[in-house]
């Protein structure tokens, strides 16, 4: 099991896996349930600890340690020996002065990614400080340099355009190449790097078969170019008369396609199955469906308009929409196909040009009909701020049509909900009878966008309409904010712990009309008195502090005591542990069951039993593998639950409902497109589709009021509790007077559907009542009157996500460093993965471009030149002319923090950002500050002075001695909506960059 290779003064020695895992863990001290250690691949320590630990390991002064199936490779067993090598040659050599040197040349904010990267990868060993984070980051970044290249900018991305600056500065340090020299395996001749996939060549086509060609020339006939091609590849003939004619197809979509297709036909073989020709004949059919306009056939309709409605409508918009759908497909595909790597850049080059020459006839075609409906809706549109936000919307409904094909009513009331340009009040009652802004745009986009824009439902619309009494006027407002939200919360409340109390049979009456009228005046206190909600938290952190102190770091305390660590070391007590507490936990579980069923002596016997069986299997190799790999996943789900659970779990479960009701309304619509009539076909396939479509809008409204209403809100447990809880229990009194009223007009169908309609009706009811609640939270946010007063953060990303989000950790946020993770974790695995992940890292710089665009370039001057992700940091290149400002969101320590030139305050509050790099420098008088988890650290005379950061502080006092700093010119200041409007009305559309001084 232990082989040895001496080279000059130190050993490598190739062990199992576990016996790595525990030599690190014994060597360094790591505290923990299980043995998850720091790159357990190989290590390297002195001799004599090593035989220290494995007494019957021999070692000479310095010993690397290789874990077995590492060894199995000789290129991996090089890398894992040279990077341990740069560890031992590293050891001692700076000292703190020095080290603070280089972590200055590196940047602060590039060492904090780095740190941020090993410590998510769990590369850091203890004790975890910045010596051992440099030293880490040496040893990967030349080891990825040397063997790994191409993965460098997916572990350090904030450095990938500095390699020659970050080359030079490690040389400082380490003789890599010499280094590298003495690490090579003996007898292994072969390079560090594996050769990339541009150098492959793709195998031969096939031997020609003459007797294919006629298949050949009757798919060229028929005028399929892409059959015709692969055929004539798999009959050993040119293909270039066919390629020639699908690039003069394509030409509609971009220039320079025979290049980029012709590898794709020869590496089909001429297999019409294979990726590549299903990739071909994907451009085909979009090219088809670029230059077909489908139609629909509506009898009903224009027999309700009274023949104001033709009865065949074309829907031009839909042929461009399906086209992208067709690219989007090929895109799909492009991972699969065999080809160089250098083939596959040049496909993915004219498909990237396709898809936006598509996305801009489809914004083209949309944007008239866009801008007319919200101007012609009365929207509130006064300032420029206004003016830009309209843009906006029409941008985000079109996005929504290029993303999935179509946008409903809903996505409608959503996209105006969350943008600056909101809905006046309601003027009076005609407008009450005739429809808000938000029902007009709605009945103007039907017939235009007819098969991209879903109209409302009718409950949608009157639900609409009526809610504009409560939101869209003073009294309906008063009513809302003063009873209905703090007293109606207070009953849902009461009633919904009164339920959870009842499930485990404790019967206490809480609704009593004290109770009611404490808990109501509680809640109109947390609603609407700022000093009262910060008093409650202030208790609530209180708490949170006492009960941490008493639960986690006093007995943390106590047991690093120094004879609680003496004990530790002792073996009676790593016997006792092994032996005896550890089974002991996993065999109590066991044994409750078996003292509820069994008499107390069978059960005593039974449990003794378990307890051995589990004290056996727990200390053999298998059960010592097993449990140290369930102890290992379960602290790193502990670490992800408690960062942010609560509201990890709501948003993770709010998406999961969310993507499920879109890929039911994503069925709806692949059935509708189905059933669209397009030129050329049969009179039996128009009836056949008209009858067929008849039926299928009744079955499909149907399905989506029973999913919408009843069913989603009732399996959903955030919509569920308490809402609909509350209303179950006053349902149930009435259920059967319902049903027998609900089956009543449903006898023609007979008695056991009409049954189970009614009773599966009355079962789901209240569901209503948690669509209604989830509904009119967006519906508030409709109308002017109640939008924040200041600017709040910008949703960015797809999800919903805001920047903050977008990077910091948590269990349901941190898009980004996790994306870059699962990039690292894919390096060794299927390039389909990497390639996944770098497409949703390209889908997030769009977000972001947009962000920058459409929020603060569309009254801004200036053009998005450059957007670039990495871990914990998003920047952008903004040119103005000849100058190109650089802005950047950073995340550091939970706190966001924006870089850039004064005078985008305004940007900065819309991305969340707390902090101004630019203003903090200026404030402190130094750029020698880091942002930590212990506060602001400012390194003055070589002395470190760290200040706690919390906006509920008026003064920020330093820990030591230092001047004292004045939070709100620390933190950056709110900016009032007014103040945005004032600002921009003043300076006006397409200005210079703007100041930041109130006008």
Same mark, same amino acid.
Do not use: C
């Given at each position: 099991m232990v082989r040895g290779a001496a080279r000059d003064e130190s050993v490598h020695l190739v062990l199992p896996a576990r016996l790595v895992r525990r030599v690190i863990k014994r060597h360094r001290a790591v505290v923990g349930l299980g043995l998850r250690v720091p790159h357990a691949e190989s290590y390297s320590l002195p001799g004599a600890d090593l035989r220290r630990i494995l007494p019957d390991v021999s070692a000479a002064d310095a010993a690397i340690l290789v874990a077995e199936e590492e060894s199995r490779d000789p290129r991996r067993l090089w890398r894992r020996v040279f990077h341990e090598r740069l560890h031992l040659d590293f050891a001692g050599k700076l000292t703190p002065a020095r080290l603070r040197e280089r972590i200055h040349r590196l940047g602060i904010v590039e060492f904090d990614e780095i740190r941020r990267v090993l410590r998510h990868d769990h590369l850091l060993l203890p004790p975890h400080d910045d010596a051992e984070v440099y030293a880490e980051f040496a040893a990967r970044y030349l080891e990825l340099r040397r063997f790994d290249s191409e993965a460098l900018d997916r572990f350090f991305p904030a450095i990938g355009r500095r390699r020659e600056e970050v080359e030079a500065l490690l040389a400082e340090d380490f003789d890599a190449e010499a280094l590298l020299r003495a690490s090579r395996p003996e007898g292994f001749d072969g390079p560090p790097q594996v050769a990339s996939e541009a150098t492959r060549v793709v195998a031969a086509p096939p031997a020609p078969v003459p007797a294919l060609a006629a298949g050949a020339r009757e798919e060229r006939e028929r005028g399929n170019p892409v059959g015709a091609a692969v055929r004539s590849v798999a009959a050993g003939l040119s293909p270039e008369e066919d390629l020639a004619a699908l690039s003069r197809k394509l030409e509609a979509l971009g220039p320079d396609w025979s290049d980029a297709l012709r590898p794709l036909l020869a590496a089909s073989r001429g297999a019409t199955s294979s990726a590549e020709a299903r990739l071909l004949f994907d451009l085909q059919a979009a090219c088809h469906d670029a230059e077909t306009t489908p139609y629909r056939v509506d009898v009903v309709e224009w027999a309700l308009s009274f023949g104001r409605r033709p009865v065949r409508r074309p829907l031009e918009t839909l042929a461009e929409v399906s086209a992208i759908h067709r690219v989007r497909r090929a895109w799909r595909r492009l991972d699969a196909i065999r080809a160089s790597s250098t083939d596959r850049a040049r496909v993915a080059s004219v498909l990237e040009r396709a898809e936006h020459a598509l996305e801009e006839r489809i914004r083209a075609r949309l944007r008239p009909v866009l801008d007319a409906g919200i101007a012609a809706s009365g929207l509130r549109i006064g300032c420029a701020v206004e003016r830009a936000a309209a843009r906006k919307l029409a941008d985000e409904l079109a996005d929504?049509?290029?993303?999935?094909?179509?946008?409903?009513?809903?996505?409608?009331?959503?996209?105006?909900?969350?943008?600056?340009?909101? %809905?006046?009040?309601?003027?009076?009652?005609?407008?009450f009878l005739l429809g808000d802004p938000l029902l007009r745009m709605d009945r103007h986009f039907a017939a235009p966008l007819e098969g991209v824009y879903r109209r409302g439902e009718i409950? /949608?619309?009157?639900?609409?309409? &009526?809610?504009? $009494?409560?939101?869209?006027?003073?009294?309906?407002?008063?009513?809302?904010?003063?009873?209905?939200?703090?007293?109606?919360?207070?009953?849902?409340? %009461?009633?919904?712990?009164?339920? /959870?109390?009842?499930?485990?049979?404790?019967?206490?009456?809480? &609704?009593?009309?004290?109770?009611?009228?404490?808990?109501? /005046?509680? $809640?109109?206190? $947390?609603?609407?008195?700022?000093?009262?909600?910060?008093?409650?938290?202030?208790? &609530?952190?209180?708490?949170?502090?006492?009960?941490?102190?008493v639960l986690l770091d006093l007995p943390r305390t106590v047991f690093d005591l120094p004879p609680m660590r003496w004990l530790r070391r002792t073996r009676p007590w790593k016997w006792l542990m092994r032996f005896a507490v550890g089974p002991a936990l996993l065999a109590a579980p066991l044994a409750v069951p078996v003292f509820l069923l069994l008499p107390r002596r069978a059960a005593i016997a039974a449990s003794v039993a378990t307890f051995l069986i589990v004290d056996l299997l727990l200390n053999s190799p298998l059960g010592q593998e097993l449990a140290e790999r369930?102890?290992?996943? /379960? $602290?790193?789900s502990w670490h992800q639950v408690t960062r942010e659970f609560v509201p990890g779990v709501l948003r993770w479960v709010l998406d999961l409902f969310h993507a499920a009701t879109d890929l039911v309304e994503q069925g709806i619509y692949r059935v509708d497109e189905f059933l669209r009539f397009r030129p050329g076909e049969s009179a039996v396939s128009v009836v056949a589709k008209g009858a067929a479509g008849l039926v299928w809008s009744a079955v499909s409204y149907v399905v989506r009021i029973y999913l919408n209403l009843l069913v989603e809100p009732q399996v959903n447990p955030v919509k569920h509790f308490p809402v609909v809880t509350v209303s179950h229990k006053i349902i149930l009194p009435m259920s059967v007077t319902l049903t027998k009223l609900l089956r009543a007009p449903l006898m023609p169908l007979g008695s056991v559907v009409a049954n189970a309609l009614a009773v599966s009706t009355v079962f789901l009811l209240p569901g209503v009542f948690g669509f209604l609640v989830w509904e009119l939270k967006e519906n508030w946010r409709l109308y002017r009157a109640n939008r924040p007063k200041t600017l709040r953060p910008v949703v960015v990303g797809s999800h919903g996500e805001t920047v903050p989000r977008l990077l910091r950790p948590g269990f349901h946020s941190g898009t980004v460093p996790k994306l870059f993770a699962k990039l690292r974790r894919a390096r060794r695995g299927e390039r389909r993965a990497v390639a996944k992940h770098e497409a949703a890292l390209r889908h997030v710089e769009e977000a972001v471009r947009r962000f920058v665009e459409r929020d603060f370039l569309a009254l801004a001057s200036g053009a998005l030149s450059d957007v670039r992700i990495s871990p914990t940091r998003i920047a952008v290149a903004v040119r103005d002319g000849e100058r190109v400002v650089e802005l950047a969101f950073e995340e550091r320590s939970g706190r966001l923090v924006a870089r850039g030139p004064a005078g985008f305050d305004g940007l900065w509050r819309m991305a969340g950002a707390d902090l101004s790099a630019t203003a903090l420098a200026e404030r402190l008088g130094t750029d020698r500050y880091d942002i930590s988890e212990e506060g602001l650290v400012v390194w003055r005379d070589g002395a470190e002075i760290v200040y706690p950061l919390s906006r509920a502080l008026d003064v920020l006092r330093p820990r030591g001695p230092g001047p004292e700093l004045r939070a709100d010119e620390i933190f950056l200041r709110p900016i009032a909506w007014e103040e945005w409007e004032r600002r921009w009305e003043t300076t006006g559309i397409a200005s210079s960059t703007p100041s930041t001084d109130p006008p």
């Open positions: 929504r049509v290029i993303e999935r094909g179509f946008f409903t009513f809903g996505e409608l009331r959503d996209a105006v909900a969350r943008n600056p340009a909101k %809905l006046p009040d309601l003027s009076g009652p005609r407008e409950y /949608l619309r009157w639900l609409q309409r &009526l809610s504009s $009494l409560a939101f869209g006027t003073r009294p309906g407002r008063f009513l809302t904010r003063y009873v209905a939200l703090p007293f109606g919360g207070a009953f849902v409340v %009461l009633e919904g712990l009164q339920h /959870l109390i009842a499930m485990v049979r404790i019967h206490v009456h809480l &609704l009593t009309p004290v109770s009611f009228a404490l808990v109501g /005046l509680f $809640l109109l206190g $947390l609603i609407h008195l700022a000093r009262f909600r910060h008093a409650v938290a202030e208790i &609530l952190r209180a708490a949170w502090t006492a009960a941490h102190l369930v102890a290992d996943w /379960l $602290l790193r």
